[in-house]
């Protein structure tokens, strides 16, 4: 029986992409606009790969200055050299937006009884502050980072951290992400997963591939409801 839900949480709980959209609407960067999408899907992208590499080539640096790296080249590869700029990104960014629906998923969660966690790529501190801005603090009962390991997604070894921080088995545990490499990795580890695909976008060509799909985060209760019948 599934009891306990763990979220990923850039892309997953909070929107990656608010960070730009919010800074684009600033009237300080009213050029910014222009390159705002490029930039945010760069940005996503290259903080992506350089988690990834630097797993392959075991040369471990924190996600948040894996952020700061990838965010520079997508400003170098737009021409964008503003440094004030640069740096009001980085700030927002760790405010990031929750999915509008993400709280009143996890209160319902809460509500009957359902253990909740995140798993995240995300340093303590960035986490910590997204979670506190988004008010989502009261609604999860733990925070994992990766950073006492030092590995990052899709290693197995991220995913057994919640055996160890919940004390469960694997047959307990929802895991949804929005990511489809979190999913594949995770369902091999041998978690049941649920693939939030916000974007509507294919499913990655992996062998193991996610239990259930849903396009928005408040469907859990019920995707739960029937896993567990």
């Not at 929750?98 to 998923?105: K, N, S």
Request: aromatic share 10%; with cysteine.
């Amino acid at each position: 029986m599934v009891n306990i839900c763990i979220f990923d949480a850039y892309g997953t709980l909070f929107d990656v992409t608010s960070a730009t959209r919010m800074v684009a609407n600033e009237e300080e960067y009213s050029n910014f606009p222009n390159h705002s999408v490029m930039v945010s899907n760069t940005w996503r992208i290259k903080q992506l790969e350089y988690s990834w590499l630097r797993n392959i080539m075991h040369e471990y640096i924190d996600f948040w200055q894996i952020t700061k790296d990838a965010l520079d080249f997508a400003l170098e590869e737009n021409q964008i050299k503003n440094e004030n700029l640069r740096q009001r990104l980085l700030d927002v960014y760790w405010n990031l937006s929750a999915y509008p629906e993400a709280q009143d998923v996890l209160t319902t969660l809460k509500a009957n009884n359902i253990q909740t966690g995140i798993l995240s790529n995300g340093s303590k501190e960035m986490l910590n502050s997204a979670v506190v801005s988004a008010n989502l603090k009261n609604y999860l009962d733990k925070i994992i980072s990766i950073d006492c390991i030092e590995i990052y997604k899709p290693d197995p070894k991220v995913y057994e951290m919640v055996l160890d921080q919940f004390n469960c088995k694997k047959e307990e545990v929802l895991f949804i992400s929005s990511n489809g490499w979190d999913i594949a990795g995770a369902s091999k580890f041998g978690f049941t997963t649920l693939w939030i695909n916000h974007n509507l976008i294919p499913k990655d060509r992996l062998t193991f591939m996610p239990n259930k799909i849903t396009n928005n985060l408040s469907t859990i209760p019920n995707i739960l409801k029937e896993l567990n019948e």
